[in-house]
């Protein structure tokens, strides 16, 4: 437990991962490769395969066809090699509801050969570091969301794994308390652990490392935020007006504009134009009699990428709906 | 196989047995409360059986005769009517369940060392009553005949009151005898099913499951430590409803302990075992109790608790080999009323055995084909 990764081998390496359910591949012939240390995380709409594939690595659900390799050694034939090195945390909360924080954080850590004394120091550390000394004693069943993600984490952490497969740790968590999960996850980065992280957020995701966006079972893009930026085409631009339903309207069907949004009160622009896009947008806002518009470019972030390639891979032209209109992407404002 | 994480594993079961609120009134008085009260059911028909006499006789005879039938307990004496005649509307009304009638000159045959006919009316609209009652009938006037041939310390030629019963004549036990042992198994089944099959289901519902397979934890590990809570409040549960149905209805106890105690503890252990098996395949709670029900049912119907074996058609009666109570009643009925050892009862232990054998092996097969889903 206390070995280091070796760092010739990748955390994860993964060929030819297939899984499916009935007729309906989630996980369809993916490639994945993780560097050790690496803060990995896994982008893609609801339905696009990630429980599925993180599953897989953590050994809970065999793969159809294909084999990945924890730290060199197969999820198929060495489960009982990759388990000791890992923590995985479901997208449910799953420790036992009727147990004290202390009872089940004793309980997963003696049952994975964590010795007294160890259990005793590492217990203390976490709970003092993640907040929750104060409710030991309490049931895991009246703890907050935000209180119950942080006692998985910490007994996931308890036999201290060298890679964390954590399924959407902060779905439903207040942004405190995501803000407080992610300050930890960074002190493990720092620390050397390698972790592999779904989530809707994409915040969350400008956090990491890698990212990698899944769909339909297969990873489409990956990189580091900054490359899959860079990958959008075109420029972004953000009109604001007192009317922005009005503005929205004006700019639709503006050669060169490839997509318009509401995103709150403003239309965000999507611009493939050889033109300069502010000007044009101007003109087109002030013909349509828009007032009090104005226009300004700013750099695509990740909801923006988020959103484009959902919705290019879906076959869509409209690359920049709203998020929270295109059904599934669990991606919150 | 690690002893130290099987033992953890019944710690932490036990910790969250005994912050069940429900569990130990679902298990251990609930039980109770069912045997006494369905103990009663079987129970309230055989006694006090409201009985009219017709005594055309009027001797001392037919006086002693009479208080021999309200004196028993069986029968309480509630009409006096005037002749055979007047019968048929008590009966009828159900205002009685059994008529006696004693002919005239009744004495003057016994006196005269002759055979004295009397008659025994049973309403036989209750098969339960007319071949109880009539049962009961016949033993209180064999009863009334030896202790009046005793009294008179000689040999008659002829036996005395010959009494004609009405209904047939159905044997001889008292069927509360019968009956609570096959309620003590009855009600062992549905409370560990009940609870069984709740046990591995909660922990998929709760993703704990899935989390088990993470750690180093083994099948056969995951299974003693999980059933072995259970089976020690079972064994519990056994003793206490076993005790309660014998105190309570003062079941005469003519077997022998440990041939009881064996087929109660292989019946446990089917039971636990066939718990365990639904809560391993089902994929919710609510399909765990459905398949619970979907077992209760043909269990009640089929085994020979309710309906005698014997009595269903042929085609029908393989099939009572399928189910686990079965057996368990021919052992516990065996032992309890008939004080059958080992050797007589080795047939259907061996069957509680097999199905145990069966179950288990099903059970262990399961837990090792992961979570597909």
Redesign the interface.
């Known amino acids: 437990m206390t070995e280091t990764a070796n760092p010739a081998d990748p955390a994860i390496r993964a060929s030819g991962l297939r899984r499916s359910?009935g007729a309906t591949p989630a996980v369809a012939d993916l490639e994945l490769e993780v560097a050790a240390g690496a803060v990995f995380g896994l982008l893609g709409p609801d339905g696009a395969g990630k429980s599925t594939l993180i599953?897989m690595l953590?050994?809970?659900?065999?793969p159809d066809a294909g084999d990945a390799h924890v730290f060199g050694h197969s999820v198929i034939s060495e489960a009982?090699k990759v388990?000791?090195r890992?923590?995985?945390m479901?997208q449910?909360?799953?420790?036992?509801?009727?147990?004290s924080v202390a009872?089940n954080m004793e309980?997963?850590a003696?049952?994975?050969?964590v010795s007294r004394a160890d259990r005793r120091t590492r217990a203390a550390t976490l709970l003092a570091g993640m907040g929750l000394d104060e409710f030991t004693t309490r049931?895991a069943q009246h703890l907050s969301g935000g209180m119950k993600q942080k006692l998985m984490l910490a007994t996931t952490l308890m036999h201290e794994p060298d890679l964390l497969l954590l399924d959407e740790p902060t779905t439903g968590v207040d942004p405190v308390s995501r803000r407080e999960f992610w300050r930890i996850l960074a002190g493990l980065h720092r620390a050397g652990k390698t972790v592999l992280v779904a989530t809707p957020y994409m915040d969350e995701a400008e956090r990491c490392t890698q990212i990698a966006f899944l769909d339909r079972g297969q990873i489409k893009q990956s990189g580091t935020p900054e490359q899959i930026k860079a990958r959008i085409p075109g420029r972004l631009v953000e009109v604001a007006a007192t009317e922005p339903r009005a503005a929205l309207a004006a700019v639709q069907g503006v050669p060169g504009v490839d997509s318009a949004h509401l995103l709150g009160d403003v239309v965000r622009v999507l611009w493939s134009g050889s033109a300069e896009p502010e000007s044009v947008l101007r003109a087109a806002l002030a013909a349509a009699g828009v007032g009090g518009a104005g226009t300004r470019e700013v750099a695509p972030d990740m909801e923006t990428v988020f959103a484009y390639l959902a919705d290019s891979s879906a076959g869509s032209g409209n690359l920049l709906a709203d998020p929270d209109e295109a059904p599934g992407t669990g991606v919150s404002p | 196989m690690s002893l130290k994480r099987i033992r953890l594993l019944i710690w932490k079961e036990f910790i969250q047995l005994r912050r069940d609120p429900l569990l130990i009134r679902l298990l251990l008085l609930m039980p109770v409360l069912q045997l006494i009260l369905f103990g009663y059911v079987v129970a309230v028909d055989v006694r006090n059986l409201s009985t009219a006499v017709v005594d055309l006789d009027r001797t001392a005879t037919s006086r002693s005769l009479e208080s021999a039938f309200s004196g028993s307990g069986y029968f309480t004496v509630t009409r006096h009517v005037g002749s055979e005649n007047d019968l048929r509307p008590l009966l009828d009304s159900g205002t009685v369940k059994v008529a006696l009638v004693i002919p005239e000159g009744t004495q003057d045959r016994l006196t005269r060392g002759e055979t004295a006919p009397i008659g025994i009316i049973v309403d036989g609209s209750d098969s339960q009553i007319s071949a109880i009652g009539s049962g009961y009938a016949a033993q209180i006037v064999a009863q009334f005949n030896t202790e009046r041939r005793d009294a008179l310390g000689i040999q008659l030629a002829a036996p005395g009151i010959d009494a004609r019963v009405r209904v047939m004549f159905n044997p001889t036990l008292d069927p509360i005898n019968t009956m609570i042992p096959g309620l003590i198994a009855a009600i062992m089944m549905i409370s560990l099913l009940a609870i069984m099959s709740q046990a591995v289901v909660k922990e998929r519902e709760s993703g704990t499951l899935e989390q088990m397979f993470v750690t180093p934890i083994k099948a056969t590990e995951y299974l003693i430590g999980k059933l072995t809570p259970y089976a020690a409040l079972a064994t519990a549960q056994m003793l206490l409803v076993a005790a309660g149905g014998m105190l309570w209805f003062k079941v005469p106890f003519n077997g022998d302990f440990w041939v009881v105690l064996t087929g109660l503890a292989l019946f446990m252990l089917t039971c636990l075992g066939l718990g365990l098996l639904v809560s391993l395949v089902s994929r919710t709670r609510h399909q765990a109790q459905q398949a619970v029900m979907f077992i209760m049912i043909p269990t009640m119907v089929l085994s020979g608790f309710i309906f005698p074996i014997q009595s269903m058609p042929a085609i029908i009666q393989p099939l009572t080999n399928l189910i686990p109570l079965t057996f368990a009643l021919q052992v516990l009925r065996g032992a309890f009323v008939k004080g059958s050892g080992f050797e007589a009862l080795a047939v259907p232990m061996l069957a509680l055995v097999g199905f145990g054998v069966v179950i288990f092996g099903a059970a262990i097969v399961a837990t090792r084909r992961r979570i597909s889903e």
């Not at chain 1, 953590?58 to 065999?62: D, E, G």
């Not at chain 1, 449910?92 to 147990?99: E, H, I, Q, V």
């Not at chain 1, 003696?110 to 050969?113: F, L, S």
């Open positions: 359910f599953r953590a050994t809970v659900l065999r009982g388990t000791p890992i923590g995985y479901s449910k909360f799953s420790m036992y509801p009727d147990l009872e309980f997963f003696t049952i994975r050969g049931q």
